[in-house]
């Protein structure tokens, strides 16, 4: 059974179709790429699955639950978890409690006891201290717990943010452009956390990217999509030398 099954997924903004029909099954542990030219209807395809759009037609299933139209918080607690283009940390929280923040759908305590700080509130924060902690350790960032978010380098802010999200406990991942902005070593570095990534927490992952080095370094699978609707599939190097794609997409040589 495919982890992502997705069907003839369709969505309309004022009588444009931003995504046209778009289908794709990913299986349980992959990594999968989604690439495409600016505007191709990328991130609407992580806007619906993730809940922020509800699609006009089509369905998405996760594990074999039907999650179709479902709002950000029901999916996210279903199982998918995602990181942006844009960095979204609380960059006025420390390190630690960005990822606590993440902790929340398994960590809980009631209002009476986080106002009076009953002894069942201390026994829940210090268990999701260890948890971040455990978290930020596999990105060697358990060091820096305490330094505001907004002062650690760009790369790992990014890495923090994809432990941010696997402290949601998902079982899909997804990376919009997770390379954007960083240099090549930092690229690198990024392919090897990824990889630790999804084999560490037996994750499947599905990631946006424009870095072709990156996609083609990783990626097992991709979808490539033109204008809302898919134009090509398949492994990774049969797509990338698609004619179609290379014209489309990578440029004719």
């Known amino acids: 059974m495919s982890m992502l099954e997705v069907k003839n997924l369709t969505i309309s903004f004022g009588g444009l179709k931003a995504v046209n029909n778009f289908s794709v099954s990913i299986e349980k542990g992959q990594l999968y790429g989604l690439i495409g030219p600016n505007g191709a209807g990328k991130t609407t395809v992580f806007n619906l699955l993730t809940g922020v759009y509800k699609p006009d ?16 918080i029901e999916i996210n607690k279903a199982g998918i978890a995602r990181t942006f283009q844009n960095i ?15 902790l929340h759908n398994d960590y809980k305590y009631s209002t009476i006891s986080g106002i009076f700080r009953l002894p069942s509130y201390f026994k829940v924060e210090k268990q999701m201290n260890e948890r971040a902690m455990e978290l930020l350790k596999v990105f060697d960032l358990d060091g ?23 402290a949601t406990n998902p079982k899909l991942l997804l990376l ?3 390379a954007a ?4 070593n930092e690229t690198e570095e990024l392919m090897e956390t990824i990889r630790f990534v999804r084999d560490t927490f037996d994750m499947t992952i599905l990631l946006i ?3 072709m080095k ?3 370094g990783i990626c097992e699978k991709l979808t490539v999509l033109n204008f809302g609707s898919v134009l090509s599939c398949g492994e990774t190097s049969d797509v ?10 990578l440029g004719d040589e």
């Open 214 to 216: 990156l996609v083609s």
């Open 144 to 166: 820096e717990a305490e330094t505001l978010a907004a002062n650690l380098p760009y790369g790992k802010q990014r890495k923090l943010e994809i432990a941010r999200a696997l």
């Open 176 to 178: 919009d452009e997770p």
């Open 181 to 184: 902005g960083m240099n090549p």
């Open 88 to 102: 979204r940390l609380f960059k006025a929280l420390s390190v630690l409690d960005n990822v606590k923040v993440g």
């Open 240 to 249: 990338l030398n698609d004619p179609e794609v290379i014209k489309a997409y």
């Open 57 to 72: 037609s089509g369905s998405v299933e996760l594990d074999g639950h039907n999650i179709t139209g479902k709002g950000t």
């Open 209 to 211: 990217e424009h870095d």
